[in-house]
């Protein structure tokens, strides 16, 4: 006896993985933002709840890590900006 497994390479299984991945990212987005004290504004939450976005989330999750507030999460730093002038 074989067990059809094409649901599992179907449209709608990788629907349903790419949301429980988003959903993880933006439950771990607003637990780095707690753990280090940076406050969420309403605006803020609704944003980050509301993407689908995986590529954008898992750059919000990068800067949750260093971002003096939720709001910085939204802007593109330039990293030669960020790293200061050369020694």
Known sequence: ???DLSFFR???SQRLRDEGLAKGRIEDILLI??????EVTEG?????T????????RGWLTRALTVRSADDLFTETDPETEAGPEA
């Open 1 to 3: 006896m074989s067990v």
């Open 10 to 12: 179907s449209e709608t």
């Open 33 to 38: 933002l707690d753990t280090r004290g940076v």
């Open 44 to 48: 803020a939450r609704e944003r980050i």
């Open 50 to 57: 509301s993407s689908t976005d995986l590529d954008e989330l």
